[in-house]
């Protein structure tokens, strides 16, 4: 039976490990994977977004910078179910969706661990990142699968929902996310899912907006590349457990 990993409380953004019946070797086997993947593509000086206690490890040589919406200690008291974890200390205070302190073509990679999900305009936040990183460096994007994680309840976004967030603004669709969200992740009894939405959208609880599978996931990434024209192409996608690496090169 295929496990899923759930969240370790109501709201957690923190994914947690699957039950496995040999749990050793394959988180080796997942951080290898990545590790590999890392290898190969990472080169110079970069930037990775919402590390919190899972940086990626880079290759010898390579420097990283990290990003964050918010310094250690607001993390720690934003996330408490983090509270034993080892942070990474923020170098960069600045919202990962945007950069909006980075300069264009700046960097050599972005590594953008499980954020995308995060994000309400996911063609804006790829945008931004391209953006940032100089003609042929690299994207590092790590997303989970939606059917192997806690979002496994949940029915991917059609295409133009996203493409809609894009060019119209997500105000529109943050409530109908967070509702899903507290239903279908958390749980929530009926009655009680309007005030648990109304505490999400006062906390600005970061939850997961969008959620793919890699298929799903290229469709939206052809579409970004194609009718958005953003300047990419596709080197890699690869199944990880229960995510998958995509590997953008900036054109």
């Known amino acids: ?6 969240p370790s409380g109501p709201g957690r953004r923190a994914v947690v490990a699957a039950a496995s019946v040999v749990p050793g070797l394959r988180s080796i086997a997942f951080r290898l994977r990545r590790q590999r993947i890392s290898r190969r593509y990472l080169r110079g000086e970069g930037l990775e977004i919402g590390a919190l206690h899972r940086p990626l490890p880079i290759p010898r040589g390579v420097s990283v910078r990290y990003v964050d919406r918010m310094d250690v200690a607001d993390l720690r008291a934003h996330y408490p179910e983090l509270r034993d974890e080892q942070l990474v200390e923020v170098d960069i205070i600045d919202n990962g969706e945007t950069l909006g302190s980075q300069p264009d073509a700046s960097v050599d990679f972005i590594i953008a661990n499980h954020f ?7 063609i804006g936040a790829l945008a931004n990142q391209l953006r940032v990183v100089r003609p042929g460096g690299i994207l590092y994007l790590a997303v989970p699968d939606r ?6 309840d949940r029915e991917p976004q059609p295409l133009d929902h996203i493409v809609r967030d894009h060019r119209g603004g997500p105000a529109w669709s943050r409530p109908i996310h967070q509702e899903e969200w507290a239903r279908l992740v958390e749980k929530v009894v009926p009655k009680e899912i309007p005030a648990r939405v109304q505490w999400l959208e006062d906390h600005d609880y970061s939850i997961h907006f969008h959620v793919w599978d890699p298929d799903e996931f290229r469709l939206l990434l052809e579409f970004a590349r194609d009718q958005e024209h953003l300047p990419f192409a596709i080197e890699q996608l690869a199944r990880n457990d229960h995510e998958f690496i995509a590997i953008l090169r900036r054109t």
Do not use: G, L, Q
């Not at 039976?1 to 759930?6: A, H």
């Not at 995308?116 to 996911?122: K, S, V």
């Not at 059917?147 to 496994?152: H, L, N, V, W, Y």
């Open 1 to 6: 039976m295929e496990e899923k990993i759930r």
């Open 116 to 122: 995308i999900e995060h994000t309400e305009d996911p």
């Open 147 to 152: 059917r192997k994680t806690f979002d496994a």
